[in-house]
T-cell receptor, first 116, second 114 residues
Framework: AQKVTQAQTEISVVEKEDVTLDCVYETRDTTYYLFWYKQPPSGELVFLIRRNSFDEQNEISGRYSWNFQKSTSSFNFTITASQVVDSAVYFC?????????????FGTGTRLTVIP | DVKVTQSSRYLVKRTGEKVFLECVQDMDHENMFWYRQDPGLGLRLIYFSYDVKMKEKGDIPEGYSVSREKKERFSLILESASTNQTSMYLCASALAGALRDTQYFGPGTRLTVL
C-alpha cells in the first residue's frame, strides 16, 4: 500500500496565483514525521520542512505554508503568489518512528509549472 | 550548510559494464542513502548505510551493491549494468539520533545504459 499519496501529477498556474499541493499519508505509528522536498530542474532535492506528528500547528515561511491535519491524514503545501522560480517537482515524504531504519517513504511527486 | 556531492551529473555506459557512482558528504553524517528516481514511481531506496562498513538493503537492492569504507563516502556499484538501470540516482545523508530522518540530497547522477 502506498504510504504517501500525491494525487496531483501535474499542476499549472499563472504567475501570482496561489496553489495548493496535496499530500495524504497512511501510517499506524503514533510518532511519525512528514516532509516536503522541492526538486528544481537542476535535479537536487531541497529540504523544505519537517513536521512531527505531535505538532499540528500550521507553519508559514514567507510565501510557503503547510497545513497538517491528522484527522484527514493530510499535510498540504500552499504557495502564495506563485513565481516562475517555484516551478519544480515537489515531493511529500513520511518517516515512521517504528521503522528505525531511517527510511523515508516518498510520494510520486507533483510537477508544478508556473507560467509567466 | 550540508553539502552532498556526486561524482558525475551525467553518465553513459554500455550494457555489462561495471559502474561506480560516488557520493561524498562533508557534514560528518552517520547515515547515507542511495535512491533511484523514475517517472511515476517517485524515489525508491536501493541501499543505506548507518556506519562505516555497515549497509542495509532498501526496497530495490537487486543488481546493486554498495561500499562505505570512509564515513564521508558512499559508493553505489552496478556490477553489470543493464538497460533497466537507466535512471536518475540520488544520494542523501543524515545525522543519527533525533534528526535522523531529515535527509539532505546531492544533485543526482543521470545514468543511461545503452
Amino acid at each position: 500500500a502506498q504510504k504517501v499519496t500525491q494525487a496531483q501529477t501535474e499542476i499549472s498556474v499563472v504567475e501570482k496565483e496561489d496553489v495548493t499541493l496535496d499530500c495524504v499519508y497512511e501510517t499506524r505509528d503514533t510518532t511519525y514525521y512528514l516532509f516536503w522536498y522541492k526538486q528544481p530542474p537542476s535535479g537536487e532535492l531541497v529540504f523544505l520542512i519537517r513536521r512531527n506528528s505531535f505538532d499540528e500547528q500550521n507553519e508559514i515561511s514567507g510565501r510557503y505554508s503547510w497545513n497538517f491535519q491528522k484527522s484527514t491524514s493530510s499535510f498540504n503545501f500552499t504557495i502564495t503568489a506563485s513565481q516562475v522560480v517555484d516551478s519544480a517537482v515537489y515531493f511529500c515524504a513520511l518517516s515512521e518512528a517504528q521503522t528505525g531504519a531511517n527510511n523515508l517513504f516518498f510520494g510520486t511527486g507533483t510537477r508544478l509549472t508556473v507560467i509567466p | 550548510d550540508v553539502k552532498v556531492t556526486q561524482s558525475s551529473r551525467y553518465l553513459v555506459k554500455r550494457t555489462g559494464e561495471k559502474v561506480f557512482l560516488e557520493c561524498v558528504q562533508d557534514m560528518d553524517h552517520e547515515n547515507m542513502f542511495w535512491y533511484r528516481q523514475d517517472p511515476g514511481l517517485g524515489l525508491r531506496l536501493i541501499y543505506f548505510s548507518y556506519d562505516v562498513k555497515m549497509k542495509e538493503k532498501g526496497d530495490i537492492p537487486e543488481g546493486y551493491s554498495v561500499s562505505r569504507e570512509k564515513k564521508e563516502r558512499f559508493s553505489l556499484i552496478l556490477e553489470s549494468a543493464s538497460t533497466n538501470q537507466t535512471s536518475m540516482y540520488l544520494c542523501a545523508s543524515a545525522l543519527a539520533g533525533a534528526l535522523r530522518d531529515t535527509q539532505y540530497f546531492g544533485p543526482g547522477t543521470r545514468l543511461t545504459v545503452l
